[in-house]
């Protein structure tokens, strides 16, 4: 990951990770609707370049992306009418963050396999942090991990004696989201720097 991308990542988890409740449920709705949408949208970009200009590419793209996100919270409504209430307007974050994700990272004059696989990378790189980040935030705040149900979440206990507190209840409220997440960027942004500290001295030791 490069400094550029850190900084694009750290305002997506703003917009994307934080407004949403710390379950770990949450987090895999949120990954699974992102993949789909960075498919969904490579797969119109190519289309609709075969039929409208350039400049219309993204009006098109934010239009489909939109409808469709309409369309996916009516379907998360029959499914489980409870997650779709609390995801609430969230449902547009992943939608939000394809857009950015494959504006910002479109290389011109790619293949439709080579433009899957680079849309794919970033979006592998922000999953696994999101996945990481409700992860945390759900076992520590509040002792459990939790599945998508139909009735609601389905937990799985984890730390059987975790009564409530002010520790619990700091990573489940928005200000121990912004806590956590900010302390994830550290150390991502640390590794970086040591890695590049690395790579810089065996190119000297050459």
């Not at 075969?50 to 409808?67: C, T």
């Not at 293949?111 to 999101?130: E, M, Q, R, T, Y």
Request: charged share 15%.
């Amino acid at each position: 990951m490069k400094k550029n991308e850190l900084y694009v990542y750290s305002a997506l988890s703003l917009a994307v990770l934080i407004p949403l409740p710390g379950r770990f449920a949450y987090g895999i709705i949120v990954v699974l609707m992102l993949y789909f949408f960075t498919i969904l949208g490579i797969l119109f970009r190519k289309l609709s370049s075969m039929f409208f200009e350039y400049g219309l590419h993204s009006v098109l793209i934010v239009v489909m992306l939109i409808s469709t996100s309409i369309l996916i919270r009516q379907i998360l409504i029959l499914i489980s009418p409870f997650m779709a209430f609390v995801i609430g307007v969230n449902v547009y974050a992943p939608a939000l963050s394809a857009f950015i994700l494959g504006n910002l990272y479109r290389k011109t004059g790619l293949s439709l396999k080579d433009s899957l696989n680079l849309g794919l990378v970033k979006c592998n790189a922000f999953s696994v942090f999101a996945i990481v980040f409700f992860l945390i935030r759900d076992v520590l705040g509040y002792g459990t991990i939790t599945l998508p149900g139909g009735k609601g979440l389905l937990e799985i206990v984890v730390l059987k004696d975790n009564p409530i507190s002010f520790l619990g209840t700091f990573w489940c409220s928005l200000p121990g989201g912004v806590a956590l997440l900010a302390v994830l960027l550290a150390v991502i942004a640390e590794t970086m720097k040591r890695l590049e500290i690395l790579g810089t001295s065996r190119g000297f030791k050459k």
